[in-house]
């Protein structure tokens, strides 16, 4: 919970199929609240998994999907299923449908200025770890492993 502190990120280079960009990494954050997360970016690999992300946290998960989403606290027995897919045409419509209506004055910006400028920290600092190949906080300090954080190899 919280901003995220820290950030490392490692590109992987076994086969770039874009010349130019990075073509898959791995982003690890922690939050200041404690939260670990691992994101996997690629434009080249396949995964197998229907979920396109997966949140496992301590009272439940989430699996957000391809063809359907589903959810569970623990302890239930099942899986909640809800949604029906993601659709790419109908979400990029969206996103400039509602950038159109911000920019025009009809509407707020469902992203605000300081959460815009967070993120692009958040990448700042992940292209900064990329190149020194270490844990970097936000705001661009090397570090070592944040010591709250035990990482299972």
């Known amino acids: 919970s ?28 922690l939050s200041v609240g404690g939260v670990f997360a691992r994101i996997d ?15 496992c946290g301590s009272q439940g998960d989430i699996n957000i999907g391809w063809k359907g989403s589903r959810w569970r606290f623990n302890g239930a027995p099942e899986h909640t299923p809800f949604g029906v897919g993601y659709d790419k045409k109908a979400a990029l419509a969206g996103q400039a449908a509602d950038f159109a209506a911000a920019i025009c004055g009809e509407r707020p910006p469902t992203t605000s200025l300081d959460e815009a400028v967070a993120s692009v920290d958040v990448i700042d600092a992940a292209y900064a770890s990329m190149r020194v190949k270490s844990w970097i906080a936000v705001g661009g300090v090397t570090m070592n492993q944040p010591a709250s954080l035990h990482v299972v190899a």
């Open 2 to 29: 919280g901003p995220i502190e820290s950030v490392r990120a490692v590109e992987s280079f076994e086969e770039r199929v874009y010349s130019g960009v990075e073509d898959t990494a791995r982003l690890e954050c």
């Open 41 to 55: 970016v690629s434009w080249s690999e396949h995964s197998a998994s229907p979920w396109f992300v997966a949140i």
